[in-house]
């Protein structure tokens, strides 16, 4: 697999570190990073870890993602991206590529009010839940 776990395993033995110093700098165990780079685990740095290795290391968060350089020639388009994160964070991933596929074409006047949607429908479930516990 030439993917984000040889990328990460590679840029940490370039920088000369083991995988203590390198987890010390992020913050996260020398076992994350670990089950990380093994081909073994199906485990991968989750979006706080990969801003943390960006940040700290000065790397970019499109090439442990992707190996692409981080500009517009190689950034991802619309498509692959709402795949790429049905793949990863989609409870049920067909909807959810849906939602993001229509959100991608939306101006950010609509985004604002889809976000406004959507955080109104949280807050009535979360009420909804709470009135039943009582009950």
């Known amino acids: 697999m030439n993917g984000i776990k040889s990328r990460i395993r590679q840029f ?29 685990r199906t485990s991968v740095p989750g979006a706080q870890a990969l801003i943390s290795i960006a940040n700290t290391y000065d790397v970019s968060i499109d090439w442990l993602l992707l190996g692409a350089k981080a500009s517009h020639e190689n950034s991802i388009d619309k498509k692959s991206y709402s795949e790429h994160i049905r793949a990863e964070y989609a409870a049920n991933p067909e909807l959810f590529s849906k939602l993001v596929e229509a959100s991608l074409r939306m101006n950010e006047q609509d985004l604002l009010e889809l976000l406004k949607f959507a955080e109104a429908i949280q807050r009535s479930s979360t009420q909804s839940t709470l009135e039943s516990q009582t009950i």
């Not at 083991?18 to 700098?25: L, W």
């Open 12 to 40: 940490r033995k370039d920088m000369g570190m083991t995988m203590a110093e390198f987890s010390k700098g992020i913050g996260v165990s020398a076992g994350n990073v670990g089950d990380w780079e093994s081909e073994a």
